[in-house]
């Protein structure tokens, strides 16, 4: 699901599509409207949920379990969930993949799915997922920009896929995407579709992952000093970590 921390930006991100199509709301009532697509009464309900959530302390994710695959990406992510309402008030309908991923997305998301089949492991997650990003040249700009070490985030993940995903070698060939690999995908194409566009990148897609708090992808990253807001102003606005431009 969503995490409310994303809630402000969410509400910014819903006023200026609206804004585009011009339905003017004032912060408050936006807050109010993304409080209601989260499920909650209203924003007072998500604040304290946001500030509940903040107080929690950090720690690395527990390992993931096996799943079945043949029902790998039930529930969530085939269920109508916070990112479908914000795709209906946009009016833009339930997320149906109406945007297309570039060329080099394309690749990446192959790249990620051969690194799990070459473990021969039953599912492809977020962590395929991003080892297979530092290797894409768009992605590998953005985390530069905020100061990451890709050669030890490398290493970080080819460790927990070798070592902690051990119990999903199955000894299949095939492959099937978690249902948080799948949400990370379409929270990316979410955002393109409300700004206007109709192309995800890899660095949406990468930026997309920061709300995935559970998982040992968003972990990692964190782990790297990096954060949402620096990989957003780096991509909108050229600005590297610190403040220093591009």
């Known amino acids: 699901m969503c995490d409310f921390r994303d809630a402000k930006v969410m509400a910014q991100t819903l006023r200026e599509a ?10 408050s009532e936006s807050l109010e409207l993304v409080a209601k697509i ?13 500030k509940a959530a903040e107080a929690k302390p950090e720690e690395p994710p527990a390992p993931m379990k096996p799943v079945d695959n043949n029902h790998a990406l039930d529930g969530v992510a085939r269920a109508p969930g916070p990112l479908d309402g914000v795709a209906r008030v946009l009016g833009l309908g339930r997320w149906k993949g109406r945007v297309d991923h570039s060329a080099s997305l394309q690749a990446t998301i192959h790249r990620a799915v051969g690194l799990a ?28 920009a905020c100061e990451v070490n890709l050669a030890e985030l490398r290493q970080r993940l080819v460790s927990y896929l070798d070592n902690e995903l051990k119990a999903l070698a199955t000894g299949d060939v095939v492959t099937t995407p978690t249902a948080g690999f799948e949400r990370v995908l379409q929270r990316a194409a979410i955002h393109v579709q409300s700004a206007g566009r109709d192309e995800v990148t890899a660095p949406n897609v990468l930026v997309a992952i920061f709300s995935e708090r559970e998982s040992h992808a968003a972990y990692f990253l964190k782990q790297e000093k990096m954060n949402r807001y620096d990989a957003v102003n780096f991509i909108a606005h050229g600005v590297r970590k610190h403040g220093r431009a591009a």
């Open 38 to 50: 989260l499920g909650l009464a209203d924003w007072n309900g998500l604040s304290a949920a946001t």
């Open 117 to 144: 089949t070459a473990r021969k492991q039953s599912l492809t997650t977020l962590e395929h997922l991003l080892l297979a990003l530092t290797d894409d040249e768009d992605a590998a700009e953005v985390m530069r």
């Open 18 to 27: 609206l804004s585009a199509r011009q339905v003017t709301l004032t912060h």
